[in-house]
């Protein structure tokens, strides 16, 4: 049974579509397209209880006439028939969402997009911040789910879900510490820590991807840096953009967000966390991270607050950053070549700063400052080395 509901603009699919009645199934698809002058026809298969191979071909058929084609609320037995039939990949296609509530559960974690809570002995739930659409968790879900098939060890995700009126992604419940906890709690294992840190990036970097729906690092950098207002002048966004696009393109897999906290150790072994800025592109969008983290933050913080947030002196968090390079790029730099480095990583690490600055509910002034003078202050160098590894 087919039915067009007035108020949501959607075609609602009741019942079995089978071979016997798919016929009439498409036509009537059809007449709802045609008498609602529907651009881009959304099917609400909630409803739907069986659908044929024949029922398929109906919706590859209006696929093929309207590409901005989607289904939504689509039951889990139905799901299931696509992803076996490969359809899932085909369509637009949006699972129905099951309602959990977090009430009386614990808190385990928070973070700038969600807040993460222990749904049970074997799974964690991760319910997102109220601006965050459905894209975004189903965004983090296709991303987790390309690492493990890739061979990086990730938090194995299982399907997205509302809270209230929140998104929110169901994940297994990974029983190990942080990097950081770790270091933290024993700073004796602060070399052994961050060497596995850096190992452990230099496998991600390794990574190669020929083909896939992760975001290019480089054009989304752009795209952000086109979005700040009231900071930079026209020119300088043309300046910064330009360098943003001078990048060596590459094909490898970043992380996007790499520091100790998403980390984690299981069994000896190291697992990646918090995958929704997976990307590809080269490997700066990450590095430049590490080294805001551990050589430029310590610098712009107090001895006591850098105690307070990373469990160590200033001193301490930037010898970090040697430990880590040095076994990341295989040996030791020189002075000369570290000071190289550290100027081809500056403006980049400026802007992830600024980009986390501007994030916040209010904004710092003196942070946001100081990212435009890091930033400014190597367009204007002229011996500035650009990213040159």
């Not at 965050?132 to 299982?158: K, N, W």
């Not at 390794?206 to 700040?228: A, C, F, H, Q």
């Not at 969008?285 to 307070?308: A, H, Q, R």
Request: aromatic share 10%; glycine share 6%; hydrophobic share 40%.
């Amino acid at each position: 049974m087919v039915t067009y509901d007035d108020k949501t603009g959607r075609i609602i699919l009741k019942g079995k579509i089978t071979s016997e009645n798919y016929e009439d199934v498409k036509l009537s698809i059809e007449e709802a397209v045609k008498k609602n002058d529907i651009k881009a026809p959304v099917l609400d298969l909630n409803a739907l209880e069986y659908i044929s191979s024949a029922g398929l071909r109906v919706l590859l058929a209006l696929k093929k006439q309207h590409d901005d084609l989607r289904l939504v609320n689509v039951p889990e037995s139905i799901y299931d028939i696509f992803e076996i039939t490969g359809f899932s990949e085909i369509l637009n296609v949006q699972r129905a969402l099951e309602e959990i509530s977090v009430d009386g559960l614990e808190k385990i974690g928070e973070g700038t997009s969600g807040v993460v809570y222990r749904l049970n002995p074997e799974q964690i739930v991760k319910v997102y911040r109220d601006y965050v659409q459905l894209d975004y968790a189903e965004h983090e879900r296709y991303c987790s789910r390309m690492l493990i098939s890739l061979g990086i060890d990730t938090a194995i995700p299982f399907k997205t879900a509302r809270v209230g009126n929140d998104y929110a992604l169901i994940y297994e419940l990974l029983d190990g510490p942080s990097l950081d906890k770790i270091i933290k709690n024993d700073k004796s294992r602060f070399a052994e820590c961050i060497e596995k840190f850096a190992s452990f990036l230099k496998l991600i970097h390794k990574t190669k991807i020929s083909s896939s729906k992760l975001p290019d690092k480089k054009e989304e950098w752009i795209n952000k840096v086109n979005s700040i207002e009231g900071i930079f002048s026209d020119e300088d966004i043309k300046r910064i953009t330009d360098l943003i696009a001078s990048v060596p393109d590459r094909d490898t897999l970043v992380h996007g967000d790499y520091h100790t906290g998403n980390v984690l150790v299981k069994d000896g072994e190291l697992i990646l966390i918090d995958t929704s800025d997976v990307g590809t592109g080269h490997p700066v969008f990450d590095l430049c991270e590490v080294y805001l983290n551990y050589g430029i933050s310590p610098t712009l913080i107090s001895e006591d607050m850098c105690w307070k947030l990373f469990g160590v002196t200033v001193g301490e968090m930037q010898e970090r950053w040697r430990c880590f390079s040095g076994t990341y790029f295989g040996r030791e730099l020189p002075d000369e070549e570290m000071d190289k480095m550290t100027k081809a990583l500056t403006p980049f690490s400026a802007l992830r700063f600024l980009f986390w600055a501007l994030a916040e509910p209010k904004v710092s002034e003196a942070k946001v400052n100081y990212c435009k003078a890091a930033i400014l202050g190597a367009l204007n160098d002229k011996d500035y080395p650009g990213i040159y590894f």
